[in-house]
């Protein structure tokens, strides 16, 4: 008996179907997208997993996709709020492998805390109840190496700079005279510096840490290895 060419045609297209079908079938569904950490400890274990997957070459790059982008275009909702500082190489979110709406980032020059800054925080603390409020320095900042250089030599910043220096100056000054690199010293004790004020300057932020709905740390990035530890 002969078959015809649409005969032909049209069981191939069954077998076909019948081929792809249960792969189809088969596909995994997708993945719902997880919740945002909701506690201090959960916030902090997240940035610090996301900064190893960062030195070790791991990175996911989550949420920096255009389904990301529709997903948080109505609202946001950032697990963390971090103030860094506005070094190039010290972007919150590549060094600890976040995306879009993952963390509200405020970034200025040696990471100081003015009433503008305070005023971006406590919005977000407000805003948004995040769990975790980090002060990330790193190391050989050049706003804390331009005040030791200053200080040591009795000059003066340049323009605007020179608001930068007076914040630091009483800061870095007192450790001028410790053991070790000066720099490093005015580094970590800027941190700590900025971690207290955050609290001592700001009745909305104290508020919530006193409840147990936020917690304030501090820590350091190294420029030479990528890694953040915490101070």
């Given at each position: 008996m002969s078959v015809g060419r649409r005969s032909l045609l049209a069981a191939g297209a069954t077998a076909l179907t019948a081929t792809l079908v249960p792969a189809a079938a088969q596909a995994a569904p997708a993945r719902p997208e997880p919740e945002p950490p909701a506690t201090y400890d959960a916030a902090l274990r997240e940035l610090l997993r996301g900064n190893r997957r960062f030195v070790t070459g791991r990175t996911r790059h989550p949420h920096q996709n255009v389904a990301a982008v529709h997903r948080l275009a109505a609202a946001q909702d950032p697990f963390a709020i971090v103030l860094g500082c506005a070094d190039s190489r010290v972007a919150s979110e590549?060094?600890?492998d976040q995306g879009l709406g993952d963390v509200f980032d405020n970034r200025v020059a040696g990471n100081i805390v003015d009433d503008l800054l305070l005023g971006s925080i406590e919005y977000a603390v407000e805003e948004f109840e995040p769990p975790l409020l980090l002060v990330l320095g790193h190391e050989r900042?050049?706003?804390v190496s331009a005040t030791v250089n200053l200080i040591?030599?009795?000059g003066q910043a340049p323009g605007h700079i020179a608001a930068i220096v007076d914040a630091l100056r009483p800061i870095v000054e007192p450790v001028l005279s410790q053991p070790g690199d000066a720099v490093e010293n005015?580094?970590?004790a800027n941190v700590r510096a900025q971690v207290a004020a955050l609290t001592a300057s700001s009745p909305i932020i104290r508020e919530k840490v006193e409840a147990?709905?936020?917690g304030v740390a501090g820590a350091r990035y190294d420029?030479?290895?990528g890694k953040v530890t915490l101070l």
């Open positions: 590549i060094l600890f900042c050049g706003a040591r030599s009795g005015g580094v970590r147990g709905r936020l420029l030479d290895t």
